[in-house]
């Protein structure tokens, strides 16, 4: 049974930091390829920053370009996303999700939210001003 479990949301003051990780069981980490994906309530989940199965490339949606940091350790089966300089605008609920590197194409990474195959539960981040 695959199972992505995601951790270190929170509250946070605006301008403040957090870094979630997922943890990932199941499957074999370094041939997948990751994502975070968000969702504010009443709107549509959106995809924040991916990472290849190598880690070599990565993505970010324009509104986190600067301020977020997408990273794996194939040791520890773990993605983090690392956000800095969190704005009312960055409270949601975030997600993990993986797919495997043969459904994206030669060590990329998209965030596409349909192509996914493992999701998480979410963590919750909330960002008061």
């Known amino acids: 049974e695959v199972q992505l479990v995601e951790s270190g949301g929170g509250l946070v003051q605006a301008g403040g930091s957090l870094r979630l990780s997922c943890i990932i069981d199941?499957?074999?980490?370094?041939?997948?390829?990751l994502g975070w994906f968000r969702q504010a309530p009443g709107k549509q989940r959106e995809g924040v920053s991916c990472?290849?199965?190598?880690?070599?490339?990565?993505s970010y949606q324009n509104s986190v370009k600067g301020r977020f940091t997408i990273s794996r350790d194939n040791a520890k089966k773990t993605v983090h996303l690392r956000m800095n300089s969190l704005t009312s605008e960055d409270t949601a609920m975030y997600y993990c999700?993986?797919?495997?590197?043969?459904?994206?194409?030669?060590?990329?990474?998209?965030?596409?939210?349909?192509?996914?195959?493992?999701w998480g539960q979410g963590t919750q981040v909330t960002v008061s001003s």
């Open positions: 990472i290849s199965y190598s880690g070599e490339r990565t």
């Open positions: 199941g499957l074999t980490f370094r041939d997948y390829a």
């Open positions: 999700a993986a797919v495997h590197r043969y459904r994206v194409g030669y060590d990329a990474c998209h965030m596409t939210e349909s192509i996914y195959q493992y």
